[in-house]
């Protein structure tokens, strides 16, 4: 258990409607990391938020759109879903700096029909 | 930018022998870490192994190792005396220090055999 938890684990949906994913990082952990697996893309970054603060961009879409809270959990949004968002969702945290490794959560599996 | 290329997209390995996975990178930033994760059917990533090209030493955490070899650009994973818990795929990951996003190999999926 690496201390990173992700609700919900599976999540089915519709082409056209929006969905949010959460994530709580380890405790102290300051830095929240989401990333994209997909069959053709592999695994991508996406965004980073740093106490509350974007800190990086990746291949994020701006149908998504993340933000992290004052208690540093974190929620990324995705609306306007089509088929080709369907793919395992992962929070990561860290406590911030490049140095440090990323531990993640087990991932929401979102499935777009 | 940075990339990471695993080239091995599937091994197939004995119970209890050694295994070596591979891994070359390439990066123009002076400093990086080089990262070792484990993704079993279940879908988790799991972290493994950590090695900053400062570092001295190759890393080992219990029956996972490191090879660094900076010169040649390769951060191979060793695993010793494989076991049949460590089927699952395997990616290779960087980051550039002042850069935090993880950039991922494709992977290589790893079957033991008993």
């Known amino acids: 258990d690496s201390g990173v938890t992700q609700t919900p684990k599976h999540l089915i949906t519709a082409t056209g409607q929006r969905v949010t994913l959460r994530c709580s990082p380890r405790?102290?952990?300051?830095?929240v990391y989401w990333y994209q697996q997909s069959l053709d893309q592999g695994l991508q970054f996406l965004i980073q938020?740093?106490?509350?603060?974007?800190?990086a961009k990746g291949n994020i879409l701006e149908r998504f759109s993340a933000q992290q809270f004052p208690d540093l959990h974190s929620e990324l949004n995705l609306s306007s879903l089509e088929l080709g968002d369907s793919a395992l969702y992962f929070c990561?945290?860290?406590?911030?700096?490049?140095?440090?490794?990323?531990?993640f959560g087990p991932g929401t599996r979102l499935t777009v029909t | 930018a940075q990339k990471i290329t695993q080239t091995q997209p599937g091994m197939f390995v004995q119970e209890k022998e050694a295994v070596t996975l591979d891994c070359t990178y390439d990066?123009?930033?002076?400093?990086?870490?080089l990262f070792w994760y484990k993704q079993p059917s279940s879908g988790e990533m799991i972290f493994l192994i950590y090695?900053?090209?400062?570092?001295?030493q190759n890393a080992t955490e219990g029956r996972y190792s490191l090879n660094f070899q900076k010169a040649r650009k390769s951060a191979n994973l060793v695993i010793s005396a494989s076991q049949l818990g460590d089927s699952a795929m395997y990616f290779c990951?960087?980051?550039?220090?002042?850069?935090?996003?993880?950039?991922f190999g494709t992977g290589t999926r790893l079957t033991i055999i008993p």
């Open positions: 090695q900053g090209s400062y570092d001295q």
């Open positions: 938020y740093y106490n509350g603060e974007e800190r």
């Open positions: 990951a960087m980051k550039g220090f002042g850069n935090e996003k993880l950039t």
């Open positions: 990066t123009s930033d002076p400093s990086y870490g």
């Open positions: 990561a945290s860290s406590p911030g700096g490049s140095s440090y490794e990323q531990y």
């Open positions: 405790s102290g952990d300051l830095s």
